[in-house]
């Protein structure tokens, strides 16, 4: 099992909620791309080079999106590519429901009722209803 804990930033910044919510999957998933887990069925790969393979997303994007978080907030293949971290660490499932415990141990700032309320994540846009469940 993979755990990460994310650390909070002293200083407040005012960003819409999209923003907020890209820019802080896109730092989770810089996170988790160079940690020990990996996907099931596989031997030394992360889970980073897997979405990247199975996503067809340009490494060289990813990266800039680890530098640059405001970029491609609304990209429909960084959206992809989140969407594939997620349900490769089990936070979104096979039918596509949210795994609220698992969400919880990766992501905070989260209403969970709001979270267990969302319908299923059938597809890589699907991914914006978490905007409306973020705390401000």
Known sequence: MCRLSILQSPVPVKMSTTRIFTVFLIVVVTLISDIYCAPPNSSNITVKDFC???????KEKVDEIE???DAGTDDEEVLCYTHC???????????????????KKFFDGFDMECVKKIPKIENCTDLSALDDCEEE
């Open 52 to 58: 990247i393979k199975e996503t067809k997303i340009a």
């Open 67 to 69: 530098k640059n978080p």
């Open 85 to 103: 971290v997620m349900v490769t660490l089990g936070v979104i499932d096979e039918d596509g429901a949210i795994a609220v415990e698992k969400f």
